[in-house]
């Protein structure tokens, strides 16, 4: 029995071989920097979840408790969200009655626009 074949063209030669390794490397690296970046963006996007989340229950409390002074600053949330803070300005409408309300709640730098603002009507008169 005669065994046909390829004595010289079997296998891969050492420059195909260091050629589909650089390539699976570049790959992996290219890899690794996309699952970084989601790592950074995921965190990005839970505090402006987490700030929304805040700025709408802190804006809720404004509508309720419209005329108090504790209201009409600013101020730090309690924990587990005292990295958070929020500042409110009031804006007079040019109906009488109704103030505009601005709401911002910043996590870190204003600068980096780390921050969420909301925008309501409320009644000045309870």
Same mark, same amino acid.
């Given at each position: *029995? ?5 004595? /010289? ?6 420059? $195909?071989? *260091?050629? @589909? %390794?650089?390539?699976?490397?570049? +790959?992996?690296?290219? *890899? %690794?920097?996309? @699952?970084?970046? !989601? ?11 987490? @700030?929304?989340? %805040? @700025?709408?229950?802190? *804006? +809720? $409390? ?5 005329? /108090?002074? /504790? ?6 949330? +309690? ?8 500042? !409110? ?9 109704? +103030?505009?309300? /601005?709401? !911002? ?14 925008? !309501? ?6």
């Amino acid at each position: *029995m005669k065994v046909t074949g390829c004595r /010289d063209n079997c296998g891969f030669t050492l420059l $195909e071989v *260091m050629i @589909a %390794l650089a390539i699976v490397g570049i +790959a992996l690296v290219v *890899m %690794l920097g996309l @699952a970084q970046r !989601s790592i950074l963006v995921n965190k990005q996007l839970q505090q402006i979840t987490r @700030a929304t989340l %805040l @700025a709408k229950q802190k *804006m +809720a $409390e404004i509508e309720n408790n419209v005329g /108090d002074e /504790d209201t009409r600053n600013e101020g730090t949330f +309690a924990n587990p969200n005292q990295n958070y803070h929020w500042r !409110s300005e009031y804006t007079p409408t040019p109906i009488r009655g109704i +103030a505009q309300v /601005d709401l !911002s709640v910043i996590w870190g730098r204003e600068k980096n626009n780390e921050f969420v603002t909301l925008t !309501s009507f409320v009644s000045e008169v309870r």
